[in-house]
């Protein structure tokens, strides 16, 4: 070992903090167009570099990560400062790089501009436009890709390394499996420009049982299964997740007629909230009827029928049955809270009867009670300033 390498590994003993990176912090992202280069961060890198999500060994680290707004072919570049002269060092490039196709371009920026337009003189979207729409005379539209054409696993490929950036516990999905299905929603601009990629889902279609006579009749039924949700920051917190949801439940799944439930993988609290709050407007649009919701009295035929026309599991649809019982209660006078209460309640008993059973009187009771509380303290937080068609009684 040289003097030169003594010195510097002296110095990083003697201030480590020099030398360590959040990789959070040290990774730069960048969607760039034809007028400029958006930087958004990661929420999370534990997936790529550790659960410390710390890089060791470099000063001044900086990893950038440039996506196009439209084909997100990737270009991956790394600056530092120094670098200790340490062979337990990881290597940057290729720890990412396991997590990017290979057409990402390394550090020659120059060749990747040139490259994306050389790719966009026969570039189209690689697959079907399942729907369209305008809000605010913004055009968008939804495309289900067609994971089985080598440009439709390449998009996807680029786009993938957002679940492990923006999703805890992501992972990729077996993309080689039919059953997989990759919808990416693009927003339209006017005129000649291209769409930029606003988000993305993927979803499972789980085959179900029909029946011996439509099985017999060969008739499919599945239950599509959301597993990956993301909308890219610099388009959250505009209602774009909430509509694109809402576009896939009802344009495109609620009208295939082999779809008979909608389901999702262990959402998280951001999603059920999104969830939540398209779900009561989705209602609002399907001609549901806000009045048959009546805590001590529901018709039981009306709710599976209902749930089973709208496609929606056993889970959701209690809870939105639950969260209108509570609007009700505070905006009109057709329910009372003694009625809410028990009929939440006999749900929350239901779900933890074998716990709550172990328990003597007094303590089942307060538990339920602090479910209860915590479920009504969430459910208004949702409702928030959302109106429903709930109307109030007229006083004789």
């Known amino acids: 070992m040289s003097l030169a390498d003594q010195k510097q590994i002296s110095a990083a003993s003697l201030q480590p903090e020099l030398w360590t990176s959040s990789s959070n912090d040290a990774l730069k992202c960048f969607i760039t167009n034809e007028e400029e280069a958006i930087k958004f961060q990661p929420i999370f890198t534990y997936p790529i570099f550790g659960d410390s999500e710390t890089i060791y060994g470099y000063k001044d680290l900086q990893i950038f990560l440039c996506f196009d707004h439209f084909t997100f072919k990737p270009f991956l570049n790394i600056k530092y400062l120094e670098k200790l002269n340490d062979s337990d060092l990881i290597d940057i490039k290729s720890t990412i790089g396991k997590y990017l196709p290979d057409s990402t371009i390394f550090k020659d920026e120059i060749k990747w501009v040139d490259s994306i337009k050389e790719e966009k003189q026969n570039y189209k979207i690689p697959g079907n436009k399942v729907d369209e729409f305008k809000i605010d005379n913004i055009e968008y539209e939804i495309y289900k890709i067609d994971l089985s054409s080598p440009e439709g696993l390449e998009l996807h490929k680029r786009l993938q390394i957002l679940v492990l950036l923006y999703i805890e516990a992501g992972s990729f999905i077996d993309s080689e499996d039919k059953l997989w299905d990759l919808y990416v929603f693009y927003e339209k601009p006017q005129g000649e420009k291209e769409p930029s990629i606003v988000g993305f889902t993927t979803a499972y279609n789980y085959w179900t049982y029909p029946g011996a006579l439509k099985f017999d009749e060969g008739i499919k039924e599945t239950r599509i299964k959301i597993s990956q949700f993301i909308i890219l920051p610099m388009y959250q917190n505009k209602g774009l997740g909430q509509i694109f949801y809402t576009h896939l439940c009802d344009n495109i799944w609620l009208k295939d007629s082999n779809i008979i439930e909608i389901v999702v993988e262990d959402p998280n609290e951001q999603f059920d909230d999104l969830r939540d709050k398209a779900d009561l407007k989705r209602l609002s649009n399907l001609n549901f009827d806000f009045s048959k919701v009546i805590p001590n009295n529901i018709d039981l035929n009306w709710v599976n029928k209902t749930k089973k026309d709208l496609k929606f599991e056993n889970r959701q649809f209690s809870r ?45 009771k307060d538990k339920l009670q602090t479910a209860y509380q915590n479920l009504e303290d969430d459910y208004y937080r949702i409702l928030g300033d959302i109106n429903l068609p709930a109307k109030r009684k007229r006083e004789d």
């Open 320 to 364: 939105l049955l639950e969260i209108i019982l509570l609007y009700k209660l505070k905006h009109t006078k057709d329910v009372s809270k003694s009625d809410v209460r028990k009929f939440i309640k006999q749900r929350l008993y239901k779900k933890n009867k074998e716990g709550l059973d172990n328990l003597d009187e007094n303590n089942r």
